[in-house]
């Protein structure tokens, strides 16, 4: 039997000094303590882009554009119950300050120390390749 395949939007959420925002997960959800991109599941009636505003306003009480979001990269990865794929997308501008409205911690991280957090398995290939990503598409959607 195949598993089914899971659609989960992510940003990378880029300030003003070139820093990443990350996410631990908190308790009671799976892969606990591990960090992440910010976003999460698309529902059957929206696009990515709409899950991420959905949820950026959810989980970081900011409001951001689709028009802002920008492809980066994807990853694709197999859990044991399911197939998850992942489009990241890069945003650096939106509106708000950026709080933490599921009690989870935020961390504002250069790209490249990113290696010194652990993420979950579908995370942990973009942690070497974002550097260089943002590096070569930060000029041009600055």
Known sequence: MRAPIVLVAACALIDAEGRVLIA???????????????????????SPEGALVRE??????????????????????????FHLLMPLYQCRHWTGEVVAQEGQALAWVKPDALAGYPMPPADEPLKASLPRLLQHNGDAKA
Do not use: N, Q
């Open 24 to 46: 631990r997960r908190p308790e009671g959800r799976p892969l606990v303590s591990l960090w992440e991109f910010p976003g999460g599941k698309v529902e059957p009636s929206e």
């Open 56 to 81: 950026f306003h959810e989980e970081l009480g900011i409001r951001i554009e689709a028009a802002d979001l920008h492809p980066l990269t994807f990853a694709s990865h197999a859990y044991a119950d």
